[in-house]
Structures are given as C-alpha cells and as structure tokens.
C-alpha cells in the first residue's frame, strides 16, 4: 500500500502465488486480496506467474492464485502443458487485450 500511495500509478505487479526457489513457500491468506486491490486503484494490472505454481502443483487448485481468491489480469505459465517441449503462453482478460488491439 505504501508504495502506491507513494508513487501514485503504477504498471504492474508480478508474483508468483507460490515463492519456489527455495521450495513453496506459501504467500499469507488474504495477501494477494489486499495487495491486488491497492495495485488496481494505483492503476496497475496484476500479473500471476504460474510457471512453476500452476497446474495443480498446489494440490487443491490448478492455479497458485486461486487459493488467494483472486482473478488476476494476467497469468504467465509454462513447461507442464509441453510436455516435454519447451513451451509457454500468456493469458490476458479481455480488458487488458483490448488495450492492445491496434497496436500492431
């Protein structure tokens, strides 16, 4: 919150639902609830890396930001859905596509 307050708007918030470098480290209830909220009224887009969090890694979800209760704007995954192959995509909400039609 303080950041945004402090520095009005902003682009972006990335975070990856589950911390996995030094194994999952798992983000406190309510966390991206608050922190999607303040990042939105700063005028940002909130962005979920499921890489390595997602495709029910977490056990009761397929995605890592679903056990926050949150939609983020967009979600980055890869590697499980290649199978095998070096693979990843970007999905985006429709508001946060139409912002980029007419772009080129």
Same mark, same amino acid.
């Not at 962005?47 to 029910?56: I, P, W, Y």
């Given at each position: #919150?303080?950041? @945004?307050?402090?520095?009005?708007?902003?682009? !972006?918030?990335?975070?990856?639902?589950?911390?996995? %470098?030094?194994?999952?480290?798992?983000? *406190? *209830?309510?966390?991206?609830?608050?922190?999607? !909220?303040?990042? #939105?009224?700063?005028?940002? %887009?909130?962005?979920?890396?499921? %890489?390595?969090?997602?495709?029910? #890694?977490?056990?009761?979800? @397929?995605?890592?930001?679903?056990?926050?209760?949150?939609? *983020?704007?967009?979600?980055?995954?890869?590697?499980?859905?290649g199978n095998g192959f *070096?693979?990843? !995509?970007? %999905? @985006?909400?429709?508001?946060v596509a139409a912002a980029?039609?007419?772009?080129?």
């Amino acid at each position: #919150r303080k950041a @945004c307050e402090e520095h009005g708007e902003i682009a !972006a918030f990335f975070v990856e639902s589950g911390m996995s %470098v030094a194994g999952v480290v798992e983000l *406190p *209830p309510g966390y991206l609830e608050k922190v999607y !909220a303040h990042v #939105r009224k700063a005028g940002g %887009v909130c962005v979920a890396d499921e %890489v390595q969090t997602g495709f029910g #890694r977490g056990g009761t979800h @397929c995605w890592g930001v679903q056990q926050q209760g949150v939609t *983020p704007d967009i979600v980055t995954m890869g590697k499980p859905f290649g199978n095998g192959f *070096p693979l990843a !995509a970007v %999905v @985006c909400t429709d508001d946060v596509a139409a912002a980029f039609a007419g772009t080129g």
